[in-house]
């Protein structure tokens, strides 16, 4: 199975700041994800990406940038933070040959104040 | 575009009662169907899934029949335990094209279950 990391954790920022989500996945997983997830929305697609150097806006991209350096790093920037993007924050990898089954990461909670 | 619909929000139980959570969806073609589990502090991970039609997807003592013509997965459980309290999200994954991979979500339902 593949495993996922995400970095930071936690992470407490200010208005118009810029923050940084991390995602290592160590199984080769072609495509990557960035979700987020809020109470009564469950989890909405951000971002994901094919392969190193790839992204693709997903459902809710505005305010969200990424980057897929290599194949196995994923991440997720806000160049101007607001406080409605407080939120959860999972990264999934998968692909054809895991039966497009998503691996998560244990999430990155951020708060924008 | 493709959709999910759980229909329960929220699930209270006690231990040994019957479960059943309601995934309808919304897609063209023959999508994949999925149940995911959270718990507490922790990402999403699989429960099971399923990819043709009466095909029967289980893990657990947790089950769901992908039924092409209610367009449903619904999932069921003959005797939940306190340990099943968690968030459980159907989704689906289904491919216009080039393999996108990307799941679609139900906005999950929420299971507590008292001893």
């Known amino acids: 199975e593949a495993a996922v990391t995400q970095s930071p954790r936690n992470k407490v920022a200010v208005t118009g700041g810029k923050v940084t989500l991390s995602c290592n996945q160590t199984?080769?997983?072609?495509?990557m994800y960035w979700y987020r997830q809020d109470t009564g929305h469950g989890l909405r697609l951000i971002h994901y990406?094919?392969?190193?150097?790839?992204?693709e806006k997903g459902d809710i991209p505005d305010g969200y940038k990424a980057s897929r350096p290599s194949q196995e790093n994923f991440s997720l920037i806000l160049e101007l933070a607001t406080p409605s993007q407080t939120s959860v924050y999972f990264c999934?990898?998968?692909?054809?040959?895991?039966?497009?089954?998503?691996?998560f990461g244990e999430g990155s909670r951020l708060i924008v104040v | 575009g493709d959709s999910v619909t759980q229909t329960e929000g929220q699930v209270a139980l006690s231990e040994e009662d019957f479960l059943t959570i309601h995934c309808n969806y919304s897609?063209?073609?023959?999508?994949?169907l999925f149940w995911y589990v959270q718990y507490p502090g922790e990402g999403p991970q699989l429960l099971f899934r399923?990819?043709?039609?009466?095909e029967k997807g289980s893990s657990r003592g947790f089950e769901a029949t992908y039924d092409k013509g209610t367009t449903s997965f619904h999932l069921r459980k003959a005797s939940v335990q306190e340990s099943d309290s968690a968030v459980y999200y159907c989704a689906l994954s289904g491919y216009t094209g080039a393999n996108t991979g990307k799941l679609t979500f139900g906005h999950g339902t929420i299971l507590r279950v008292h001893p």
């Open positions: 990406s094919y392969g190193a150097g790839s992204t």
């Open positions: 897609a063209s073609g023959y999508p994949t």
């Open positions: 399923a990819s043709r039609d009466k």
């Open positions: 199984n080769n997983h072609n495509n």
């Open positions: 999934a990898a998968g692909d054809r040959d895991s039966g497009n089954t998503l691996y």
